[in-house]
């Protein structure tokens, strides 16, 4: 690994004498530079410029013949077992339901809990910014038409 010139402080992120608040300066220097790296001109993502259709960009976006391959072969093997033995994938899908069910079924909860807190902390604050209703007109504005 090359030596990292220091900040100036004098400090570099290999110090081990280092205490834990200038590790942590340091931790936070090193991902405002990430950060900074990957800023994109005008802060606008590329794929959101208008004019700039996907054909003209430099980068090319296929599918991975492997993966879809496998998928493929996964997905039509389990057809397969579906048409041919359906009393055996029905055996095989309601064991494997009541495993998760009765092992795993706290889980989905937890899950569940955390989305819905989440979609509060972050649905409430921008509600509470947005103006409900008709209260940025005046009375005289007629009603915008649909």
Do not use: C
């Not at 902390?121 to 504005?141: D, K, L, Y």
């Amino acid at each position: 690994m090359p030596d990292q010139p220091p900040h100036e402080d004098g400090s570099t992120a290999q110090n081990s004498g280092a205490s834990p608040r200038q590790k942590a300066a340091a931790a936070k220097r090193r991902t405002k530079d990430v950060v900074a790296e990957i800023n994109y001109p005008h802060g606008i993502h590329p794929a959101l410029v208008p004019g700039v259709s996907i054909e003209d960009q430099r980068v090319r976006y296929g599918t991975d013949k492997v993966v879809f391959g496998v998928t493929a072969a996964v997905i039509v093997a389990f057809i397969g077992w579906g048409t041919t033995n359906t009393e055996g994938l029905t055996s095989a899908s309601e064991t494997a339901l009541t495993w998760v069910v009765s092992n795993v079924g706290w889980l989905f909860n937890i899950f569940a809990i955390v989305a819905v807190l989440f979609m509060l902390i972050v649905g409430f604050p921008a509600s509470a910014r947005s103006s409900w209703g008709w209260t940025t007109r005046s009375p005289n504005t007629p009603e915008p038409r649909g």
